[in-house]
């Protein structure tokens, strides 16, 4: 699940930057938050 959230955010920081249409910050915080998801799970992953 958290897969499936990491790939929606970064899909939709893609569509800003394809776009034009950044909304100030907030696609670079989706992008942040893509990132730490992703990291997360490889870390939980190595520990299981």
């Known amino acids: 699940m958290l897969e499936t959230i990491?790939?929606?955010l970064v899909?939709?920081?893609i569509l800003g930057f394809v776009?034009?249409?950044t909304m100030g910050g907030?696609?670079?915080i989706l992008l942040v938050i893509a990132v730490v998801?992703?990291?997360l799970r490889?870390?939980?992953g190595r520990r299981l």
């Open 6 to 8: 990491a790939i929606v």
């Open 11 to 13: 899909i939709m920081w």
């Open 19 to 21: 776009t034009s249409y």
């Open 26 to 28: 907030f696609i670079h």
């Open 37 to 39: 998801v992703i990291l």
């Open 42 to 44: 490889v870390i939980q």
